[in-house]
């Protein structure tokens, strides 16, 4: 069962699992945190552009997948 809750978090926030360093490795978070804060300077102006034009477009979410294969394509490949 998936247990889900709502909660206001403060913008610039990154959340990271801390159950990451035990599927992964210990380099894993800080590799995620730094990977976060490059999408948090690449996408800044996305989300000041979306104030601008009247959106409510307040966060992004990207699904993690665990193995890429050789059918992966475009995008997911990269």
């Known amino acids: 069962m998936v247990h889900t809750r709502t909660e206001n978090i403060d913008v610039g926030t990154i959340l990271v699992n801390p ?6 490795n210990i380099g894993s978070e800080r590799s995620t945190i730094v990977h976060e804060c490059v999408h948090h300077d690449l996408h800044a102006n996305f989300f000041e552009l979306q ?11 990207c699904e993690v997948v665990e193995e890429y294969g050789s059918e992966t394509v475009g995008i997911d490949k990269a």
């Open 19 to 24: 159950n990451v360093v035990f599927m992964r």
């Open 51 to 61: 104030k601008l034009l009247g959106s409510n477009v307040g966060s992004v979410s």
